[in-house]
């Protein structure tokens, strides 16, 4: 099987690896995130810090910001939105069907997922482990902290697979479904689920938290169970959608 | 308890008993001593004594608990002591005294304060047996009380409340060595004594009291009265019988009442303190059915001697300010994070648009730009992580010695600062001395109470076991004395002030002031273990300017410019206008006194961590008071 994703650019791949659109949606959440960190470094003195009792804010602000921006480009790529313009407003009659699509999605697309979700996190590690020396953050937090990353970035994008697998990437309504997908993860479960959402566990990394890793194991949990089920769903739906394609195939020979 | 054995078999067999305070009675707010005997009738036992003094309201939830502890070696059928020199600040909650192994509390007893506290000082008689006679004529304003000898404080700081101690020489003899340790240090550092003679002169001889009292005894001497104590207190001392009295003489003595050249009461100064000897015996009659008693008590009391340490008073608050502004740890530099942002940001920039370009190069940039993105995080961390932070704990700290005249010990405070970015257990060890360590809560942290802890009592010496938090930081205050360290004169004549001076630290004293006649001088560094004179014109001093606004600007400008140790220049910026300032306000008008100050980069104390290696950096202020003779 070939790699499309690291050779072919066009529409027929849905998030290439070497996407121009791709890449600099990612240079643009770099220059973000390192303008957060300028912007929350922290100018009093140490001492300031340590007469009262609180850390630096920097790493938690830095992750957060991180989080927000990578899982969106991640939800983009994963429902297509970073190959073609205007599709959300301009109903395209040509929506072409990808490789993602037309190839078993455990060969193919979830591969594909798992390695680009983890390559387009790496330009933010440099800013990142900064942000966490600064914070004086131990290790395994910081290691702890971009499997939060990571997993909610997959999570995004598999749900924005799941989308467009659904509504396809020409679908203005499917466009604010996965958006809204995005923001009830990241933002509502605040609010009636903290322990599954990854701001709020960001948020206790940062506190270095008695008992973190019971609150991570819980939030690993129920977010690599939601990646599992889309996974099952995104396959089953890739799946059918070949056989359609054989069936109608085999029609048109027949 | 042994092994095998639940803790309740191994508990029945362990019996306890405490004497607290002197006499069941102690002060709150002041160290009090506290013996726990525990008998042991089981199989051996090892377990950790700990005794827990609780404060503060829950209503206001500035509840806090200290801990002192003792690990005890209980073999079968073994009685042992343990002392513990305690701080009570409330008597609303109860005292702990309890047994653990490990998690299990394997004897518990808690005691009731309320009926024992006073708010008096004490007035102590140290003997197997008092006449309760003896404790009612003790003046009003203290709480005499009667204290076994074996009950006396195994520390100098356990005399905290106690404002008279009175006892036969020959008790002197009962004492445990660290009692005996113990009522020196407190003697020496401003303790009064009062030591009765009785009529058995052997125990004069003795070495501890030769030490403490050099007593030449001549012999007895028989009176039927003592008109001397009239002169004393008013009271003449009549008997009906005939009585002995010693004749004893005491060098560097001053005599109090004497009946023709026989002593009767002879005063000695101790350093700061001060004892008193009495040639009769208090405990026999005709003294003890004396109708004067209550005055000659009252007499004796008021020839206490008045402490008069050079001491600086620089509020803690200050110094603990001070020293974390002068803490060795840093965050990284601003200026260099923006750059390393900036070139990061501009790197991955250049590798992103080269690998978006189609072409055989696309590979090699790709491998560029994950190699690009491992040499930041490695420069991040090399460059901006390990010179500010990479030590995450860190410790320092202050002590002000204050040296007095000849003869007398320099008395220190030492103010210990641990700063902590990360979770922390810690252990420190004080060395093999035993010190009042009494934690200080800056005012800059929102916390109603210290960090809690437990303060070990080893043989080896005290130890604070702790944990710190993350981003936090404990201060720890330690008293003790110690022998003089700066020895010399100073001395006036029509043209030179001359001041020869021994420097007996290990360490050079630098950045050296002299205040004399209301004007601050600079001097030279002194160098460790030498002994300079340095001599300056008094034409020069009167040049130099009364001390004002002007003359303390200029100090601590020079200060400021010839600082070479952050640590110090830190300590000095922050501290030297208060301290020059004290000196000014509490010596402007003492023209006779010189007063001396040094900085020593080194604390007096090295705290020893045992699981723990934070960074440090000691700073000793030396204050010398000396006063000038003045020659023609």
Known sequence: ?254 | MAAGLPPSAGAAALSLDYSLGFNGQFQLDRWSPLSVVLENKGPASRANLEVIVTSGSEYQGDVQRSVYAADVDLPSNSIKRYAFTIKIKSFTHELIIRLRQKDDIIFSRSINLRPSFTENNFAVAADNFVSPDILAVLPDHLCPVNVLPKFLPETWYGYDGVKLLIMRADTLSQLREKQFKALTRWLKQGGYLVLGGGLNYGSLDEKRLQDLLPVHVRGYRQLLELPSLGGFCNRTLAGSQPFLVLNVRIDDAHVLAKEDDTPIIIQKNLGFGRIVFLAFDMNSPPFSRWDGRKMFWDKIVSVRSAIDRPAMAVDDQKVMDAMLAGMPLKFPDFKLGILFIGIYLIFLRFFIKQITKPGPRRRAYSLGLVLMIAVFTAVGYGGLYVPSLKKTAAYNSFCRLDVSQPGTPAYATYILGLYSLKKLPYEIDFGADSYPVTPLLSERTKAQIPNPYVLQINPGGPRIVGSADRWSHNFYKLNFDLESPLAGYARQDNTYLTLALENKLPYNLIDCLIYYKRRFLRIEDVAAHTRPTLRLRLAKLKETEIFNDQELEKIINYFDRHGTASYLRAMQSNLAKDLLLEVHHKYQSRPGSMIFIGWVQAGLIQPAFNRSHPAGAGLTLVNWELPVETTS
């Open chain 1, 1 to 254: 099987m070939r790699l499309y994703y690291l050779t072919d650019e066009s529409e027929k791949s849905l998030a290439p690896f070497f996407s121009e659109r791709v890449l600099a949606a990612v240079m643009f959440g770099v220059g973000v995130v390192g303008v957060f960190l300028i912007v929350f470094w922290p100018r009093r003195p140490l001492s300031d810090a340590i007469a009262a009792h609180q850390g630096p804010t920097v790493f938690f602000l830095t992750a957060a910001a991180t989080l927000i921006l990578h899982s969106y480009v991640n939800l983009c790529c994963g429902a297509g939105d970073m190959v073609r313009k205007g599709y959300h407003i301009i109903h395209y009659q040509t929506d072409k069907p990808t490789y993602e699509k037309e190839i078993d999605f455990y060969r193919y697309g979830l591969v594909e997922f798992l390695w680009h979700a983890l390559i387009l996190l790496l330009p933010f590690l440099p800013l990142l482990s900064l942000a966490a020396f600064i914070s004086s953050g131990a290790l395994l937090t910081f290691i702890m902290a971009v499997c939060v990353l990571y997993t909610a970035s997959l999570l995004c994008r598999l749900s924005g697979f799941f989308v467009y697998l659904i509504r396809g990437r020409a679908s203005t309504l499917g466009y604010f479904a996965a958006r809204s997908m995005m923001i009830f993860f990241v933002f509502i479960t605040l609010i009636f689920a903290p322990a599954v959402n990854p701001l709020h566990v960001l948020y206790l990394l940062h506190q270095d938290a008695a008992g973190i890793g019971g609150s991570f194991a819980v939030y690993l949990a129920a977010v690599m169970s939601a990646v599992l089920v889309l996974i099952r769903v995104n396959g089953a739906l890739v799946r059918r959608h070949i056989n359609k394609e054989e069936q109608s195939r085999s029609e048109v020979q027949g």
